[in-house]
């Protein structure tokens, strides 16, 4: 995969994000095993902003936002085809993420995931929302089910864009 080039692009249409959002997670039974939930990301996805990221023409990664209030908006789902972890396309498409929320007047960033000490796949899961920034904020043990406490982290974005902040994430990036 050296020298492969990487690109970003912003999805519209809601076939598209459907295709490329089921394509994607039905790759990744470790964190997106059930099949009703599945479909209620595909479902819902579809009519929310949302990005995917390219190698050499075929989408291996994509996450979606969620506005989940005036100064707040959501990592509502997110997923990398496994081949591509650890490559730098999660945080290049949160780069994008950041810049179209802060550009949108939100504040703050969220996202669930199954809280630490669980399941290994949710700890590489919560290893990467750490490293690049968010906080835990708060544990609902049962909102998911007993077996996977719903851990919310958050982080503080202001309102400058990644890039404004000398970031610049939101790019075409060759590796």
Request: proline share 4%; glycine share 12%; net charge negative.
């Amino acid at each position: 995969m050296t020298g492969a080039r990487m690109e970003i692009k912003k999805i519209d249409t809601d076939t598209e994000k459907s295709a490329i959002a089921a394509d994607i997670l039905g790759g990744l039974p470790e964190w997106f095993g059930i099949p009703e939930s599945v479909a209620e990301y595909v479902k819902n996805s579809a009519g929310m902003p949302f990005w995917a990221v390219y190698v050499e023409g075929r989408p291996v990664g994509f996450m979606a936002l969620k506005e989940t209030g005036t100064y707040t908006a959501e990592i509502y789902v997110c997923g990398i085809r496994k081949e591509y972890h650890r490559k730098g396309m999660g945080r290049a498409l949160l780069g994008c993420f950041l810049d179209y929320a802060a550009g949108h007047g939100y504040e703050y960033v969220q996202v669930k995931t199954v809280q630490k000490g669980h399941y290994p796949e949710y700890d590489r899961t919560n290893a990467f929302y750490e490293a690049v920034g968010f906080r835990e904020l708060e544990c609902f043990p049962d909102l998911w089910d007993v077996g996977n406490p719903c851990q919310v982290y958050v982080k503080y974005i202001g309102g400058q864009c990644a890039s404004e902040r000398g970031r610049n994430l939101c790019r075409e990036v060759n590796w």
